[in-house]
């Protein structure tokens, strides 16, 4: 998070919160734990992953979204 701390918005969401955290689960209907969305500028979806993610997959999905 560091790292792209002035280039992306990271947000943390808890699905079993009863409240925002698990109206974006459901809504974007998400069937595991944890779950990974990015989204573009322009709100897109650009990658999702469910489970444990390996670092260098997600830093690539991030790296893809920034280069665009």
Do not use: C, M, W
Not at 9 to 35: K, S
């Amino acid at each position: 998070q560091a790292r792209y701390s002035d280039q992306i918005t990271f947000v943390y969401l808890n699905a079993g919160d009863n409240g925002q955290g698990e109206a974006v689960f459901t809504a974007l209907a998400l069937r595991g734990h944890p779950g990974y969305v990015i989204f573009d500028a322009a709100g897109k979806e650009v990658f999702r992953q469910l489970g444990q993610v390996e670092e260098d997959v997600l830093t690539t999905a991030i790296d893809d979204v920034i280069s665009q």
